[in-house]
């Protein structure tokens, strides 16, 4: 009914090795055939993984390998430098690298057009400000004493006081006075509104 060479069966050859050695030797019932070794499932898939990776490699040209290769370690350099945290290399969506890239941001100074009344200093106004403030992350800023720090909050050798663990974007000067007429027609001054200079502090 079939066609062609039989597949060789590991199971039938030992057992019929072993109805060999009982008729042979029937007096030694005490020695049993050794079972046949089979490879494990995983070392299977890896190879079988590594040979898939093998011939995708090997029909890429050697330009597009290394381009591939300086855009990994271009990658790697760009997450260790901007806070020691290694980044996925394949990310599997786009929104979380554009997540990543939202986290990684560096401290920068940044502005925006809000009304005097937005500012929530209590004062009454339709007059419109340029509000600048810092924004961005400090982690590549972080110096011993913040790790030294956040070890004594970890095993509980500082517990009552407020500590930050981290150096945090703050302005480091400000911007002129701002000044503005209330729904009133009254006069104010403000001064230290808005940031002139940003850093981690």
């Not at 009914?1 to 007096?27: A, D, H, K």
């Not at 009454?124 to 992350?137: A, I, K, N």
């Not at 403000?190 to 940003?198: D, F, G, I, P, R």
């Amino acid at each position: 009914m079939f066609s062609g060479s039989r597949e060789f069966s590991p199971l039938s050859s030992s057992s019929s090795s072993s109805r060999e050695s009982s008729s042979s030797s029937s007096s030694s019932s005490s020695s049993l055939p050794a079972a046949p070794r089979r490879s494990p499932r995983a070392l299977q898939r890896h190879g079988s993984l590594l040979s898939q990776y093998t011939s995708l490699l090997e029909s890429y040209t050697e330009g597009e390998i290394r381009q591939l290769i300086s855009a990994l370690v271009e990658r790697y350099s760009q997450a260790m430098n901007s806070g020691g945290h290694e980044l996925p290399l394949f990310p599997r969506t786009g929104g979380r690298r554009k997540r990543a890239r939202a986290r990684h941001k560096p401290c920068e100074l940044r502005e925006l057009e809000v009304s005097v009344s937005d500012l929530g200093l209590g004062y009454e106004s339709d007059e419109t400000v340029l509000f600048r403030y810092c924004s961005g992350t400090c982690e590549a800023s972080v110096r011993s004493y913040d790790l030294s720090l956040k070890s004594m909050r970890s095993r509980r050798r500082i517990r009552k006081e407020k500590v930050r663990a981290r150096p945090c974007c703050r302005p480091l000067a400000y911007d002129d006075d701002v000044s503005f007429l209330d729904a009133y027609n009254r006069y104010y001054t403000v001064n230290e509104l808005s940031a002139k200079e940003c850093g981690c502090v």
